[in-house]
Protein backbone atom coordinates (compact mmCIF):
# COMPACT_ATOMS: atom_id res chain seq x y z
CA UNK A 1 0.00 0.00 0.00
CA UNK A 2 1.31 3.23 -1.06
CA UNK A 3 2.30 6.02 1.58
CA UNK A 4 0.07 9.04 1.71
CA UNK A 5 2.01 12.80 2.07
CA UNK A 6 0.77 15.30 4.77
CA UNK A 7 -0.66 16.79 1.73
CA UNK A 8 -2.66 13.81 0.40
CA UNK A 9 -6.40 15.52 1.33
CA UNK A 10 -5.15 19.11 -0.33
CA UNK A 11 -4.37 17.29 -3.95
CA UNK A 12 -7.95 15.93 -3.43
CA UNK A 13 -10.01 18.90 -2.88
CA UNK A 14 -8.26 20.43 -5.27
CA UNK A 15 -9.14 17.96 -8.21
CA UNK A 16 -5.42 16.45 -8.15
CA UNK A 17 -4.98 13.03 -10.33
CA UNK A 18 -3.51 10.87 -7.82
CA UNK A 19 -1.20 7.71 -9.12
CA UNK A 20 1.54 5.78 -7.06
CA UNK A 21 4.58 6.92 -7.21
CA UNK A 22 8.06 6.29 -4.76
CA UNK A 23 5.79 4.43 -2.67
CA UNK A 24 3.51 7.36 -2.40
CA UNK A 25 -0.09 8.53 -4.03
CA UNK A 26 1.05 11.35 -5.50
CA UNK A 27 -1.33 13.99 -7.86
CA UNK A 28 0.26 13.33 -11.17
CA UNK A 29 -1.88 16.55 -12.38
CA UNK A 30 -4.40 19.18 -11.69
CA UNK A 31 -5.70 21.09 -14.95
CA UNK A 32 -3.48 18.97 -16.99
CA UNK A 33 0.41 18.81 -17.37
CA UNK A 34 0.94 21.27 -20.58
CA UNK A 35 -1.28 24.67 -18.79
CA UNK A 36 0.41 24.00 -15.26
CA UNK A 37 3.91 23.59 -17.15
CA UNK A 38 3.78 27.34 -19.12
CA UNK A 39 1.90 28.27 -15.77
CA UNK A 40 5.10 28.00 -13.77
CA UNK A 41 6.79 29.02 -16.32
CA UNK A 42 5.26 32.41 -16.41
CA UNK A 43 3.70 32.73 -12.73
CA UNK A 44 4.00 30.34 -9.70
CA UNK A 45 3.29 26.85 -8.75
CA UNK A 46 3.17 24.88 -5.58
CA UNK A 47 4.77 21.23 -5.78
CA UNK A 48 4.35 18.36 -3.10
CA UNK A 49 7.90 17.20 -2.44
CA UNK A 50 7.53 15.56 0.59
CA UNK A 51 8.09 11.89 -0.36
CA UNK A 52 11.90 13.22 -0.85
CA UNK A 53 14.11 11.59 1.67
CA UNK A 54 15.96 13.41 3.95
CA UNK A 55 18.99 12.27 6.08
CA UNK A 56 20.74 14.14 8.99
CA UNK A 57 24.86 13.62 8.90
CA UNK A 58 26.50 14.80 12.76
CA UNK A 59 29.38 14.28 14.76
CA UNK A 60 33.41 15.42 14.68
CA UNK A 61 33.87 13.73 11.06
CA UNK A 62 30.63 14.77 9.06
CA UNK A 63 32.73 16.77 6.56
CA UNK A 64 34.82 14.19 6.06
CA UNK A 65 32.58 11.40 5.51
CA UNK A 66 29.94 13.68 3.23
CA UNK A 67 32.97 14.08 1.02
CA UNK A 68 34.26 10.39 0.99
CA UNK A 69 29.95 9.36 -0.06
CA UNK A 70 30.08 11.99 -2.53
CA UNK A 71 31.73 13.03 -5.62
CA UNK A 72 31.33 17.13 -5.59
CA UNK A 73 33.56 18.76 -2.83
CA UNK A 74 31.58 19.68 0.27
CA UNK A 75 34.74 21.71 1.56
CA UNK A 76 33.82 24.32 -0.56
CA UNK A 77 30.07 24.96 0.73
CA UNK A 78 30.09 27.78 2.90
CA UNK A 79 27.68 27.51 5.51
CA UNK A 80 24.01 27.72 5.23
CA UNK A 81 24.84 26.84 1.10
CA UNK A 82 24.02 23.98 -0.87
CA UNK A 83 25.51 21.97 -3.68
CA UNK A 84 24.17 19.55 -6.02
CA UNK A 85 26.01 16.08 -6.11
CA UNK A 86 26.13 12.56 -6.37
CA UNK A 87 26.80 9.71 -4.63
CA UNK A 88 28.91 6.90 -6.65
CA UNK A 89 30.00 2.97 -5.68
CA UNK A 90 33.19 2.08 -5.68
CA UNK A 91 32.65 0.81 -9.89
CA UNK A 92 31.57 4.35 -10.32
CA UNK A 93 27.96 3.77 -10.76
CA UNK A 94 25.79 6.36 -9.23
CA UNK A 95 23.92 5.72 -6.24
CA UNK A 96 21.52 8.79 -6.03
CA UNK A 97 21.81 12.32 -7.05
CA UNK A 98 21.54 14.60 -3.84
CA UNK A 99 21.39 18.07 -2.06
CA UNK A 100 24.06 18.76 0.60
CA UNK A 101 22.86 21.57 2.67
CA UNK A 102 26.00 22.71 5.19
CA UNK A 103 24.64 23.75 8.66
CA UNK A 104 27.48 25.32 11.13
CA UNK A 105 27.69 21.90 13.35
CA UNK A 106 26.70 19.12 10.84
CA UNK A 107 25.03 18.69 6.81
CA UNK A 108 21.50 17.64 5.72
CA UNK A 109 21.20 15.46 2.76
CA UNK A 110 18.30 15.20 0.32
CA UNK A 111 17.93 12.19 -1.82
CA UNK A 112 15.27 10.93 -3.94
CA UNK A 113 11.91 9.09 -2.35
CA UNK A 114 12.34 5.83 -4.57
CA UNK A 115 16.18 5.44 -3.40
CA UNK A 116 15.50 6.78 0.21
CA UNK A 117 15.93 2.88 1.72
CA UNK A 118 19.00 1.91 -0.21
CA UNK A 119 20.61 5.23 0.25
CA UNK A 120 20.31 4.81 3.77
CA UNK A 121 21.51 1.24 4.15
CA UNK A 122 24.40 2.18 1.96
CA UNK A 123 25.51 5.80 4.27
CA UNK A 124 25.53 3.47 7.39
CA UNK A 125 27.35 0.98 5.85
CA UNK A 126 29.95 3.60 4.57
CA UNK A 127 29.95 4.91 7.94
CA UNK A 128 31.74 2.45 9.45
CA UNK A 129 34.86 3.71 10.92
CA UNK A 130 33.86 7.58 10.76
CA UNK A 131 33.40 9.48 14.05
CA UNK A 132 29.64 10.42 12.73
CA UNK A 133 25.93 9.52 13.52
CA UNK A 134 23.08 9.36 10.93
CA UNK A 135 19.48 10.24 11.04
CA UNK A 136 16.39 9.35 8.68
CA UNK A 137 14.10 12.77 9.59
CA UNK A 138 11.96 12.02 6.27
CA UNK A 139 8.84 11.04 8.90
CA UNK A 140 9.35 13.97 10.11
CA UNK A 141 9.76 16.82 7.06
CA UNK A 142 7.45 18.21 5.06
CA UNK A 143 8.73 19.30 2.14
CA UNK A 144 7.32 21.97 -0.65
CA UNK A 145 8.80 23.48 -3.76
CA UNK A 146 7.58 26.94 -4.50
CA UNK A 147 8.37 28.01 -8.63
CA UNK A 148 8.27 30.27 -11.08
CA UNK A 149 9.10 34.14 -11.82
CA UNK A 150 6.69 35.28 -8.92
CA UNK A 151 8.04 32.94 -6.07
CA UNK A 152 10.02 35.27 -4.58
CA UNK A 153 7.22 38.53 -4.30
CA UNK A 154 4.68 35.77 -3.15
CA UNK A 155 6.87 34.24 -0.54
CA UNK A 156 7.75 37.38 1.14
CA UNK A 157 4.37 38.44 1.95
CA UNK A 158 4.76 35.78 4.51
CA UNK A 159 8.43 35.10 5.38
CA UNK A 160 10.35 36.96 7.36
CA UNK A 161 14.46 36.10 5.75
CA UNK A 162 14.81 38.94 3.26
CA UNK A 163 14.06 36.68 0.37
CA UNK A 164 16.20 39.04 -2.05
CA UNK A 165 19.18 38.70 -0.72
CA UNK A 166 18.86 34.81 -0.61
CA UNK A 167 21.00 33.78 -3.31
CA UNK A 168 20.74 30.41 -5.89
CA UNK A 169 21.56 27.28 -4.31
CA UNK A 170 21.71 29.56 -0.54
CA UNK A 171 19.24 28.58 2.42
CA UNK A 172 18.02 30.12 5.73
CA UNK A 173 16.12 29.34 8.57
CA UNK A 174 13.50 31.72 9.55
CA UNK A 175 9.60 31.65 9.89
CA UNK A 176 6.83 31.48 6.81
CA UNK A 177 3.58 32.29 8.46
CA UNK A 178 5.37 31.92 12.05
CA UNK A 179 6.14 28.49 11.73
CA UNK A 180 9.92 27.53 11.72
CA UNK A 181 11.02 26.26 8.47
CA UNK A 182 14.18 25.86 6.24
CA UNK A 183 14.00 27.73 3.07
CA UNK A 184 16.48 27.68 0.06
CA UNK A 185 16.74 29.26 -2.81
CA UNK A 186 16.85 25.30 -4.94
CA UNK A 187 14.56 23.99 -7.15
CA UNK A 188 14.23 21.35 -10.40
CA UNK A 189 12.57 23.50 -12.97
CA UNK A 190 14.70 25.88 -14.61
CA UNK A 191 12.85 29.34 -12.68
CA UNK A 192 13.50 30.98 -9.59
CA UNK A 193 11.76 29.63 -6.74
CA UNK A 194 12.39 27.72 -2.70
CA UNK A 195 12.09 25.03 -1.28
CA UNK A 196 10.45 24.77 2.10
CA UNK A 197 11.52 22.15 4.48
CA UNK A 198 9.21 22.25 7.98
CA UNK A 199 7.90 20.32 10.39
CA UNK A 200 5.03 17.91 9.01
CA UNK A 201 2.79 18.98 11.93
CA UNK A 202 2.32 22.61 10.07
CA UNK A 203 1.87 20.90 7.08
CA UNK A 204 -1.95 21.96 5.98
CA UNK A 205 -1.13 25.82 8.12
CA UNK A 206 1.37 26.52 5.36
CA UNK A 207 -0.37 24.76 2.56
CA UNK A 208 -3.00 27.08 3.57
CA UNK A 209 -1.04 30.41 4.00
CA UNK A 210 0.95 30.33 0.44
CA UNK A 211 -2.33 29.42 -1.34
CA UNK A 212 -3.98 32.56 0.55
CA UNK A 213 -0.89 34.82 0.16
CA UNK A 214 -0.48 33.63 -3.79
CA UNK A 215 -4.10 34.54 -4.70
CA UNK A 216 -2.87 38.21 -6.57
CA UNK A 217 -0.44 35.74 -8.06
CA UNK A 218 -2.30 32.83 -9.24
CA UNK A 219 -0.51 29.97 -7.34
CA UNK A 220 -1.59 26.76 -8.62
CA UNK A 221 -0.50 23.69 -7.26
CA UNK A 222 1.74 21.63 -9.99
CA UNK A 223 1.77 17.77 -10.40
CA UNK A 224 4.53 15.38 -11.18
CA UNK A 225 3.66 15.06 -15.22
CA UNK A 226 4.76 18.93 -15.52
CA UNK A 227 7.58 18.57 -12.65
CA UNK A 228 8.99 15.91 -15.21
CA UNK A 229 8.37 17.49 -18.44
CA UNK A 230 10.17 21.26 -16.97
CA UNK A 231 13.10 19.45 -15.48
CA UNK A 232 13.63 17.67 -18.81
CA UNK A 233 13.67 21.39 -21.11
CA UNK A 234 16.77 22.09 -18.42
CA UNK A 235 17.97 18.52 -18.69
CA UNK A 236 18.44 17.31 -15.27
CA UNK A 237 19.07 14.38 -14.72
CA UNK A 238 15.95 11.80 -13.47
CA UNK A 239 17.49 8.74 -11.27
CA UNK A 240 15.66 5.60 -12.82
CA UNK A 241 15.51 7.83 -16.34
CA UNK A 242 19.12 9.25 -16.93
CA UNK A 243 21.35 7.90 -14.07
CA UNK A 244 21.25 4.76 -12.14
CA UNK A 245 24.15 2.35 -11.00
CA UNK A 246 25.17 1.27 -14.23
CA UNK A 247 25.74 4.90 -15.71
CA UNK A 248 29.12 7.40 -14.35
CA UNK A 249 28.92 10.95 -13.69
CA UNK A 250 30.98 11.46 -16.33
CA UNK A 251 28.56 9.61 -18.96
CA UNK A 252 26.03 11.76 -17.98
CA UNK A 253 27.29 14.99 -18.51
CA UNK A 254 27.94 15.03 -14.67
CA UNK A 255 31.74 15.95 -15.03
CA UNK A 256 30.65 19.60 -13.56
CA UNK A 257 29.85 18.08 -10.31
CA UNK A 258 32.77 15.50 -10.12
CA UNK A 259 35.75 16.84 -8.26
CA UNK A 260 38.30 14.34 -8.96
CA UNK A 261 41.01 16.79 -7.51
CA UNK A 262 39.09 16.93 -4.33
CA UNK A 263 41.21 16.25 -1.13
CA UNK A 264 40.76 12.67 0.35
CA UNK A 265 39.65 9.87 -1.44
CA UNK A 266 35.89 9.27 -2.42
CA UNK A 267 33.75 5.97 -3.30
CA UNK A 268 33.87 5.80 -7.39
CA UNK A 269 37.60 8.12 -7.69
CA UNK A 270 39.56 5.59 -9.27
CA UNK A 271 37.10 4.48 -12.06
CA UNK A 272 36.31 8.26 -12.58
CA UNK A 273 39.76 9.02 -13.29
CA UNK A 274 40.60 6.00 -15.88
CA UNK A 275 36.87 7.12 -17.53
CA UNK A 276 38.44 10.70 -17.88
CA UNK A 277 41.76 10.13 -18.73
CA UNK A 278 40.71 7.61 -21.23
CA UNK A 279 37.14 9.30 -22.55
CA UNK A 280 34.08 7.74 -22.31
CA UNK A 281 32.49 5.73 -24.63
CA UNK A 282 28.90 6.62 -24.37
CA UNK A 283 27.07 10.23 -23.21
CA UNK A 284 23.84 11.72 -22.64
CA UNK A 285 23.12 13.95 -24.96
CA UNK A 286 19.90 15.88 -25.46
CA UNK A 287 18.05 15.77 -28.82
CA UNK A 288 14.76 16.95 -30.31
CA UNK A 289 12.96 15.14 -33.53
CA UNK A 290 10.86 16.29 -36.13
CA UNK A 291 6.99 16.21 -36.39
CA UNK A 292 4.71 16.28 -33.98
CA UNK A 293 5.99 12.63 -32.18
CA UNK A 294 7.79 12.45 -29.21
CA UNK A 295 10.30 10.18 -27.88
CA UNK A 296 9.63 7.55 -24.60
CA UNK A 297 12.35 5.71 -22.46
CA UNK A 298 14.40 2.97 -23.96
CA UNK A 299 13.33 3.67 -27.51
CA UNK A 300 15.99 2.54 -29.62
CA UNK A 301 18.08 5.35 -31.51
CA UNK A 302 19.91 4.62 -35.03
CA UNK A 303 22.87 5.97 -37.14
CA UNK A 304 22.96 4.53 -40.62
CA UNK A 305 20.74 1.72 -39.70
CA UNK A 306 22.33 0.39 -36.90
CA UNK A 307 21.36 1.21 -33.25
CA UNK A 308 23.86 3.41 -31.23
CA UNK A 309 21.68 4.48 -27.98
CA UNK A 310 18.67 4.55 -25.93
CA UNK A 311 16.13 7.06 -25.07
CA UNK A 312 16.35 7.94 -21.21
CA UNK A 313 14.07 10.54 -20.61
CA UNK A 314 11.15 11.96 -23.39
CA UNK A 315 8.42 14.55 -23.37
CA UNK A 316 6.69 16.88 -25.55
CA UNK A 317 8.03 19.74 -24.72
CA UNK A 318 5.30 23.02 -24.16
CA UNK A 319 7.66 25.65 -24.23
CA UNK A 320 9.54 24.81 -27.50
CA UNK A 321 6.59 23.11 -28.55
CA UNK A 322 8.16 19.59 -30.25
CA UNK A 323 9.48 16.14 -28.77
CA UNK A 324 12.80 16.81 -26.89
CA UNK A 325 14.32 13.84 -24.73
CA UNK A 326 17.61 12.53 -23.19
CA UNK A 327 19.83 9.62 -24.44
CA UNK A 328 22.80 7.35 -23.95
CA UNK A 329 24.60 7.54 -27.55
CA UNK A 330 28.00 6.01 -28.50
CA UNK A 331 30.29 9.18 -28.33
CA UNK A 332 31.62 9.98 -31.65
CA UNK A 333 27.89 10.71 -32.73
CA UNK A 334 27.23 13.13 -29.44
CA UNK A 335 28.29 16.54 -31.32
CA UNK A 336 25.22 19.22 -31.37
CA UNK A 337 23.70 18.89 -34.56
CA UNK A 338 24.70 15.13 -35.13
CA UNK A 339 21.89 13.47 -37.19
CA UNK A 340 20.04 9.74 -35.99
CA UNK A 341 16.51 8.28 -35.90
CA UNK A 342 14.66 7.53 -33.18
CA UNK A 343 12.43 4.97 -33.15
CA UNK A 344 8.35 5.88 -32.80
CA UNK A 345 6.10 3.50 -32.55
CA UNK A 346 7.41 1.33 -35.13
CA UNK A 347 8.78 4.47 -37.11
CA UNK A 348 11.93 6.07 -37.90
CA UNK A 349 11.37 9.46 -36.85
CA UNK A 350 14.24 12.22 -37.86
CA UNK A 351 16.23 12.84 -34.81
CA UNK A 352 19.47 15.44 -34.16
CA UNK A 353 21.73 16.26 -31.07
CA UNK A 354 20.54 19.75 -29.40
CA UNK A 355 22.15 22.19 -27.49
CA UNK A 356 21.03 22.26 -23.28
CA UNK A 357 18.84 23.38 -22.10
CA UNK A 358 16.31 23.31 -24.22
CA UNK A 359 14.85 25.87 -22.06
CA UNK A 360 16.97 29.19 -22.30
CA UNK A 361 14.94 31.39 -20.54
CA UNK A 362 14.91 30.98 -17.17
CA UNK A 363 14.75 32.89 -14.34
CA UNK A 364 16.89 31.69 -12.12
CA UNK A 365 18.86 34.71 -10.11
CA UNK A 366 22.20 33.38 -9.89
Known amino acids: MENKTPFYEHHVKAGGKMVPFAGFLMPVQYQGIIEEHRHVRSAAGLFDV ?3 GEIEVRGPEALKFVSYCTINDPAALEINQVQYSAMCYKEGGIVDDLLVYRYPEHFFLVVNASNLAKDFAWLQEQSKGFNVTLKNTSNE ?8 PKSELLLQKICDLKLSDMKFYWFGTGKVDGVEMLVSRTGYTGEDGFELYFDIKYAGQIWNALFTAGKEFDLRPIGLGARDSLRLEMKYCLYGNDIDQTTSPLEAGLGWITKLKKAGEFNGRDVLLKQKAEGVKRKLIGFEVE ?12 KDGAQVGEVASGVFSPSVAKGIGTGYIKAEFAAVGTPFQVEIRGK ?3 AKVAETPFWKHSSIKK
Do not use: E, I, T
Open 50 to 52: SHM
Open 291 to 302: GNAFPRQHYKMF
Open 348 to 350: MVP
Open 141 to 148: VAQLALQG
